[in-house]
């Protein structure tokens, strides 16, 4: 398997051992409800690490979860609540949104309050060796006593003044782009007693600290949303290079691309901003996961209507798929007519050399629907048995990509009702036999007839 590396700008393998491939990726600030922004980047990472254990790679996931920081301590005032309790809630809310998209592939998830102690002693680390410094308000780092500063987002030090995410302003600073390590206590504000003095961690300082207790100062894959790309990652870098003195920090970079609605950067002041629980109020977790798999991890994603109706057209294409190759499997009436061991090796290679090419999930259900399209019209010509292996082919790459669909028996009603058609059509009273079509369809139910007899399937079920 080979992954993009956005540190190198090339496409490097990934290699397995015996030890377990160590992943972070950086989770969410529990300030409000997670947006389909963090559903894309967290189905992603969800369905990579599904695929590589897959293939025999061992992986430990770790995700942290900022739960004290600026933002959060900005709405809890707003709200008139404490910002620990904010966090509280919004990280429960998180929690029950990812069980609900099927992201179940993290190892460990990590709040930053649980951390307290490793983040303090990272931060004398960071001061005894020099790259940290004292003033009013909190302990810096100076970004100007890190050499390679930049070196992943290619920025130099004067273009890292230009940071515009979560930038701490103190005139005292050394630097324009220096970043607060560990904050001084302010009324009102969640503080810890510690040897820095009182006061609460800053942003960047978490991952790192987190990342080092469990993973020590190296590891394998960094993950995340290219937004965090700069000051962010450039951040955790300078601050665990710069403590440990060991390079480098983090072997591969990948980061999800932007997401937009409608060609434009979701936010709340353009009244486009949609959260997880908002989109699953209208359709269901599978049409995002499957959204997200049509999209390369590394493209920007535009959702729009178009794609939602793309996306339920081809997630319904490969239910009525399946449900008529169960169909098949279970006919008596079902031959073999042609040989489809050729377009099931095809689709194996096809698939596989996708997703091991830098985790191509747009071309891996490419290669499925290049399997079945030409197939749509000769099912009919299967025998069950070949139905069977065609069926048990599409749901192990569905299963692969997290894609499972529900299947239950048509209701006794829908049963009867087609006993009673057909029973109609064998007496040649189609008029009749056409109304209770129509009452099949208002339950939900369409009804195909086919070589093998009538063939009854929920029409709008995903």
Known sequence: MFLYNTLTNRKEELQKSRKPIKLFVC???????SHIGHGRTYIAFDTFVRYARSQGYKISYLQNITDVDDKIIKRAAEKGVSALSLARTFTRAHFDDMKKLGVISVTKYAPATKFIPQIVKQVETLVARGYAYKISDGYYFDISKFKEYGKLSKRTVLQAEDAISRVDENAEKRNKGDFC?????????????TRLGKGRPGWHIEDTAISEHFYGPQYDIHGGGIDLKFPHHEAEIAQQEAASGK???VRIWMHTGFLLINNEKMSKSLGNFLTIRDFLKKHSALILRYLVLLHHYRSPFNYTETTIEQAENGLQNLRLTLERLRFIEHSSKAKKSFEIKEFITAADRDFYRAMDDDFNTPEAVAALFKLITPLQNKLWLLSGAQAKELSRFLLKKLELLGIAFITSPAPLKARTLLKQREKLRGNQ???QADGLRKKLSALGFTVEDTPLGPFLWRTNQI
């Open 27 to 33: 989770g969410p600030t529990v300030y409000d409800y």
């Open 181 to 193: 390590l560990w904050k001084f206590y302010k009324p009102g504000e969640p503080s810890w007693n």
């Open 247 to 249: 390079k480098p920090f």
């Open 429 to 431: 009273q189609f008029i």
